[in-house]
């Protein structure tokens, strides 16, 4: 079954594959972990005790790459994403994150950004500002969902005051 999800990422900055970098390969790595109970609280989960059922690198971040994906019987699922932004010149970017499900995004390290819906149902949005200096920094993208068929997920960056 294809499901009718995205995750939308626009940016000012290079916000592309090829910015994207995990262990010097270009790309975004994935886990997808199987739940036996429901997920409300993304943060409480301890990954180093789940073993993930399938795990890869995709070129962007959109949930239909992963609709080849062997989904076993569950009764929930988790999917992480984790890679590097990169930002070419120190500046603050607003963040904004949309979805259907409990979801959250973390930006940077140290003094991360962290935004989150908590949702079990209907579409919620956070946002927030980070100011990032010139370099890489981690992010992590998950989100839950009892149905993979229904997942979706937006998040988006822009530098302050630009338009596209």
């Known amino acids: 079954m294809r499901n009718k999800s995205k995750l939308v990422l626009l940016s000012f900055f290079s916000f592309l594959a090829t910015s994207f970098t995990w262990g010097g390969v270009n790309g975004i790595n994935y886990a997808l972990y199987a739940c036996d109970a429901p997920v409300t609280d993304l943060e ?9 059922f ?7 971040f959109y949930l239909d790459e992963l609709n080849a994906v062997q989904w076993p019987s569950a009764f929930g699922y988790i999917v992480k994403y984790t890679g590097w932004y990169r930002v070419s010149r120190g500046i603050s970017i607003d963040f904004s994150l949309t979805a259907n499900n409990p979801s959250r995004l973390i930006v940077g390290s140290g003094s991360a950004l962290t935004l989150q819906t908590d949702q079990a149902q209907g579409f919620t949005t956070d946002f927030g500002q980070l100011y990032l200096p010139a370099g890489y920094h981690p992010i992590t993208v998950e989100y839950y969902t ?15 005051g630009c338009n596209f």
């Open 44 to 52: 409480s989960i301890e990954y180093s005790q789940m073993n993930p």
């Open 54 to 60: 399938e795990t890869g690198v995709c070129g962007q």
């Open 146 to 160: 009892e149905d993979i068929s229904t997942m979706d997920l937006e998040i988006a960056s822009q530098a302050p």
